[in-house]
């Protein structure tokens, strides 16, 4: 009995409780279901076991990583394929959690060879308890925090999203101006710091800003990861990308917008293949479509990190260019990637000091700085291309796709569990100096809708 709790309830958990110091999802569940399936199997022969060991810590990995990126445990299978696309090396995060894993995988298999047999009743009730009380402490240590995890869709769950509460979507007006979609990795909604809310979106509150659109901040509704954000803000409905994989859709705004006579254009900082984008974009309305190899050869410099891709920070150039040479009015719609965790130091992608973005955040929250320092960046160029005397008349929108998927608590807890950003700049047609929103009425207008 001591071996089989060994196996099946310690090391079989060890790896998930090491994170109940700094947070993790909720799995009391798998807890429960695991110590069943050994309990099942105990008697049985050590081949028997050890693959039912694999397959109770396969599926154990798959439900945490997919509670903790809120997908759903199916769409995480279906997503298997495209992880060689990954360089989880530059990770020193991946690479200890997958070594642990990987020892403590072998030692239980090791132990399995032991016998693991034990009939009394009052043992098998003894490790039923035992394993109920972890389920029921992996629980309570959650308690507080189960939102920021497993984000998933309800069917009743109220739609909202930023292009349709901006009114992005639909642009008045008798010119056609173009518009600007920017999905940005991983851009979080502030929750009870100070200075992260004033790094939010800080570089377009400037008099040059003010003078050309008219600002409007808000928050929207998330489920899901970045691609069930797209499709969000794309097509205007809870999903995600397999619902249009092997059909069209022409209800998406793309496909809306090419009807009005507007060009459509995606980009993405990363490589096409990643979700197939290269297949359903097109099946969603754009027309055109550059990854990372068609952008790196339009001169965007390379970025590493476990998703290495373009620098975002080279897009915004490349995109007023093709908004300059434009003969028609054109939706351009741009997914970043840099931004995307863990965002390690170095990789060419200038986040080394961060301590130059907030000194505060750099001491207390290491990566978060560089993720700002990143969105910094993007801001920066983008606001230099925008407010250049011959940028054309652009509607633009700025949102993100879902809270960043932090593995502690700490960091976790600074972004709302349930809400991501936006940020409206509507073209003015006045050329007066305007007063954004947030300034006027001395705080953020939401316009976007958060659940009860």
Not at 389 to 399: A, K, N, R, Y
Request: glycine share 8%.
């Amino acid at each position: 009995m001591a071996i089989w709790l060994l196996v099946w309830v310690v090391l079989a958990n060890l790896v998930f409780a090491t994170m109940w110091l700094l947070g993790a999802p909720p799995r009391s569940g798998e807890i429960v279901a695991g110590a069943a399936i050994g309990l099942l199997v105990r008697k049985s022969s050590y081949w028997v076991k050890a693959a039912a060991f694999i397959v109770v810590m396969a599926y154990s990995v798959a439900s945490f990583t997919s509670g903790l990126f809120n997908l759903a445990v199916s769409s995480l299978l279906h997503s298997v394929r495209f992880f060689l696309e990954l360089n989880p090396s530059e990770s020193t995060e991946y690479l200890s959690g997958a070594v642990f894993l990987a020892c403590t995988i072998g030692l239980a298999l090791k132990l399995l060879r032991k016998d693991t047999t034990f009939h009394d009743t009052r043992l098998v009730l003894f490790v039923i308890l035992v394993s109920l009380s972890l389920g029921a402490v992996d629980h309570w240590i959650g308690q507080g925090m189960r939102g920021h995890y497993n984000r998933i869709a309800n069917s009743d769950a109220q739609f909202s999203s930023a292009s349709g509460a901006s009114g992005f979507a639909h642009p008045t007006g008798g010119k056609k101006p173009h518009l600007m979609l920017i999905m940005v990795e991983s851009l979080g909604e502030p929750m009870g710091n100070p200075e992260m809310s004033r790094l939010l979106f800080a570089r377009f509150k400037s008099p040059a800003i003010r003078k050309r659109f008219d600002l409007t901040l808000g928050d929207t509704t998330y489920f899901n990861s970045t691609t069930a954000g797209e499709i969000r803000e794309l097509c205007g409905r809870w999903g995600d990308y397999y619902d249009v994989l092997d059909a069209k859709d022409e209800s998406c705004l793309p496909a809306r917008l090419a009807v009005q006579g507007y060009d459509t254009r995606a980009y993405h900082s990363f490589t096409g293949n990643f979700f197939d984008r290269r297949t359903w974009y097109p099946n969603i309305g754009f027309q055109h479509q550059e990854f990372s190899d068609e952008l790196r050869e339009r001169g965007a410099r390379e970025c590493g990190g476990v998703f290495p891709g373009v620098c975002d920070r080279d897009i915004p150039a490349i995109l007023a260019k093709d908004l300059k040479a434009a003969k028609n009015p054109q939706f351009v719609y741009w997914l970043t990637v840099n931004s995307h965790l863990p965002v390690p130091p170095g990789m060419n992608l200038d986040v080394d000091h961060c301590e130059d973005i907030s000194l505060g955040l750099a001491r207390d929250f290491p990566m978060i700085c560089r993720q700002f320092a990143l969105w910094d960046q993007l801001e920066k160029a983008l606001v230099e291309e925008i407010t250049a005397s011959d940028f054309p008349e652009t509607d633009i929108l700025v949102v993100g796709d879902h809270m960043p998927p932090y593995f502690g608590y700490r960091q976790r807890s600074q972004f709302a569990p349930d809400r991501v950003p936006f940020l409206f700049l509507k073209w003015k047609h006045d050329n007066k100096v305007g007063i954004p929103v947030e300034i006027a009425s001395h705080s953020p207008t939401r316009t976007g809708r958060s659940p009860g």
